[in-house]
Structure formats: structure tokens, C-alpha cells
């Protein structure tokens, strides 16, 4: 499968799992939304373990590993199934891990600086973080602008919920969207599955109508 195709709903839920045991019940109760793809933030000791346990049980869902910080968190989330990466900053020692590894990994940006160097680096899917403290929509479209010919593509993260959602989808170069808002840290702890399953499916009516 192919970046592409991981990123075909549009949408990426970011979910901290402080338990493995709460994995597939998560991303289960994500497909019942209608969403398959997650990803699994490095920053609980769960994560490997939890990411290896959705891609055994459910093979329908895309998993991807998040807050990639080390190269070692590389080979972590490889071993543990992962099918793609995603970091928060723009780390050469990660992107050069995950290239080894062949993990496609999305570097996070907000600079038209950090844009040109993730490109020189050979990155092509950038993940626009902090989205919304970094200047939203109106900063991603300026970005746009002067790398939008590239076939660079954005995933923009941070602070994005299900009413600012549209609006990023519009933007061309926009080729999915992350955010933590439909499975929240809180909503796992609870094992809330049918609440997540109803945001989940509330951001994917968005997607629809985007789409459409
Ligand atoms: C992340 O933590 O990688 C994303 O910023 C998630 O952002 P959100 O919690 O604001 O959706």
C-alpha cells in the first residue's frame, strides 16, 4: 500500500493509549465510525505494544506510528507493524531511520523554511503542525503558495476539531487531516467507544461532504 492509500479517507484520528488493552477497542470503535486510520502517539510506553495489537486483530484498519522523537522509536514502530510515521518536528536522524526502514514518514513543518528543507530532504507528505496556533488555514494556503507546485502535500495537525475540519479539507494541497478530537486521551481512559464511535462518524459525514 502506498501513501496514497493510507491517507485516502482524509482523515487520521491522533489517539494517546496509556493501556495496550484499550487498542483494538478503540480502533474498532473507529471502523464502526467509518474511519480506518489511526494513529498511535509515542508518548505512552503502550505504544508499540498497542499498535502491534490493532494490526494482529484488525486488518481492515491503517496504523501509523506518531511523536516519532528517535531514531530507535523508528525501529520500534517497524517492529511493531506500523505503516507510517509521523513526527512533530522536522528530525533528520528520524526521516533518515524511517527511509532506511522504509517507513514513510510525514515530518511536521510550519515554516516556509523547514517546508523547503523537509522537501530537500525528500519529503513530500509534511504534517502542518501546530496547525491552528501556527496560523490555520490562512498560514497552510500562504505555505501553499510558493511550494504548492512541488506536489508537496500537507497533513495539518493540532487544535483542528470537527467545525474547523472543512476548511482544511478544501485547501488543494491538503491531503489529510489529523487530530485527536474524535477519540480524546480522556474518552480512552473512560473506554467511551460509542461516544468516539459517534464523533468519528460526525467527522466523517464532514469528509463526505468535502469530497462530494
Ligand atoms: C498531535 O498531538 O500530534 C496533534 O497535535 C493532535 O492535535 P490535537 O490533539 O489538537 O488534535
Not at 515554516?111 to 522537501?119: G, K, M, N, Y
Not at 501553499?144 to 482544511?168: E, M, Q, R, S
Request: proline share 6%; charged share 15%.
Amino acid at each position: 500500500m502506498n501513501t496514497e492509500s493510507f491517507l485516502q479517507q482524509r482523515l487520521i484520528c491522533v489517539a494517546v493509549i496509556d493501556h495496550a488493552d484499550d487498542a483494538v477497542p478503540l480502533a474498532e470503535a473507529l471502523l464502526a465510525g467509518g474511519l480506518n486510520c489511526i494513529e498511535v502517539t509515542f508518548r505512552t510506553a503502550s505504544a508499540a505494544e498497542a499498535i502491534k495489537r490493532i494490526r494482529t486483530a484488525l486488518p481492515s484498519a491503517i496504523v501509523g506510528a506518531g511523536t516519532l522523537l528517535t531514531p530507535y522509536q523508528v525501529q520500534q514502530a517497524v517492529a511493531a507493524g506500523a505503516q507510517f510515521g509521523v513526527s512533530p518536528g522536522l528530525n533528520e536522524a528520524v526521516i533518515s531511520a524511517a527511509a532506511t526502514s522504509g517507513l514513510p514518514l510525514f515530518p511536521g513543518i510550519m515554516t516556509p523554511t523547514e517546508v523547503d528543507r523537509a522537501l530537500n530532504l525528500k519529503c513530500k507528505y509534511l504534517k502542518f503542525f501546530p496547525a491552528e496556533a501556527a496560523g490555520g488555514v490562512a498560514m497552510l494556503k500562504a505555505l501553499a503558495g510558493p511550494f504548492g507546485h512541488t506536489g508537496v502535500k500537507f497533513i495539518p495537525t493540532g487544535g483542528i476539531t470537527a467545525t474547523t475540519l472543512p476548511n482544511y479539507l478544501a485547501v488543494p494541497q491538503v491531503a489529510a487531516v489529523g487530530g485527536s478530537w474524535m477519540a480524546e486521551r480522556k474518552l480512552v481512559a473512560e473506554k467511551a467507544w460509542s461516544k468516539i464511535t459517534t464523533l468519528t462518524a460526525e467527522a466523517m459525514k464532514v469528509v463526505a461532504a468535502a469530497k462530494a
